[in-house]
């Protein structure tokens, strides 16, 4: 049968799931997304306890359900502790999104080795460390008949520069290509028990880790010519794709990459030209 009579293959109730970096940018819009959707969210947080308190207390006023968690993804100690917190305060993990990443921009002959650790650490190693901890779950707990068709989802949070070479960035860029292979490697791996791996990949989206390019008319101008579709995308464009992303209407998708980006990664330059 292709589902269950009557359920809605797009809600998330009974689930839980964890959003790495959910205090800010994309990943409050992905937290809102799936606690809309009917999931218990749990918000990982670095250093910004107010904004993930806040965010949590916003999602249980519209009666949702959902914890702030602190952890360094770049950690593997906190990590594990992440886990074995969410487990014991939600009951379990259905579902990880993967989001938390940073920017640390140079030119390459002025890239100091700290640049390139950081941007590595936290955009590609705290995506395995969690990514690890979340299989570990997922194995041990199954297919639970009824609440989901997987045994567990989890979302890497890429970039439209996982294809497209970015100059003056080449720590954020080398992280994201190895973010592609370490999805899309992990999703042949696991495929058969029933974990679903996926990547999403935005394009331009409106928040603070790339305001210098849409805050001021000028530099607004130059980044909409990137952008066929003709806008800068909001942090609720991937929040939806995420939450369709990790729900049972898409129980077929395993290691894809979704591209929200307004057509970003479709050489714009091209129009007209070439
Ligand atoms: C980066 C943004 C950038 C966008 C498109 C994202 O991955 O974090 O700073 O605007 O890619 O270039």
Redesign the pocket.
């Known amino acids: 049968m292709d589902q269950r009579p009557g359920s809605d293959p797009l809600r998330l109730d009974g689930q839980c799931a964890l959003v790495t970096g959910g205090d800010g940018g994309i990943g409050t819009e992905v937290s809102r997304s799936l606690a809309r959707a009917g999931a218990a969210v749990a918000v990982n947080y670095r250093r910004r306890d107010d904004a993930a308190r806040r965010l949590v207390e916003e999602i249980r006023a519209e009666g949702g359900r959902a914890t702030a968690v602190r952890g360094d993804v770049t950690r593997e100690d906190d990590v594990v502790a992440m886990f074995r917190r969410i487990e014991e305060e939600l009951g379990g993990l259905d579902v990880l999104i993967n989001n938390a ?1 940073v ?1 640390c921009d140079a030119a390459v002959h002025e890239m100091s080795l700290d640049d390139w650790n950081d941007v590595i650490a936290v955009n590609l190693t705290g995506q395995f460390l969690c990514a690890r901890e979340a299989t570990r779950v997922f194995l041990r707990r199954g297919v639970r008949s009824g609440v989901s068709r997987a045994a567990g989802k989890i979302v890497f949070v ?4 996982d294809v ?1 070479p ?1 100059a003056g ?1 080449a720590n ?1 860029a080398a992280a ?1 290509g190895g973010v592609a292979m370490l999805m899309k490697t992990l999703a042949q791996e696991l495929a058969a028990h029933r974990i679903r791996v996926n990547a999403i ?5 409106r ?1 603070p ?2 305001r210098a ?2 805050e001021t008319p000028e530099a607004e101008e130059r ?1 909409l010519a ?1 952008i066929p579709y003709g806008r800068i995308g909001e942090p609720g464009d991937v929040g939806r794709a995420v939450a369709w992303l990790v729900s049972d209407a898409a129980d077929y998708v395993v290691g894809a990459t979704l591209y929200v ?1 307004g057509g ?1 990664t479709l050489y714009p330059a091209f129009i007209g030209n070439g």
Do not use: E
């Not at 990949?201 to 989206?205: D, L, N, Q, T």
């Open positions: 990443g920017q890429s970039s439209v520069h497209i970015w960035h954020y994201k990949s935005p394009g331009a989206i928040t880790i790339n390019a849409w980044l990137l980006d970003m």
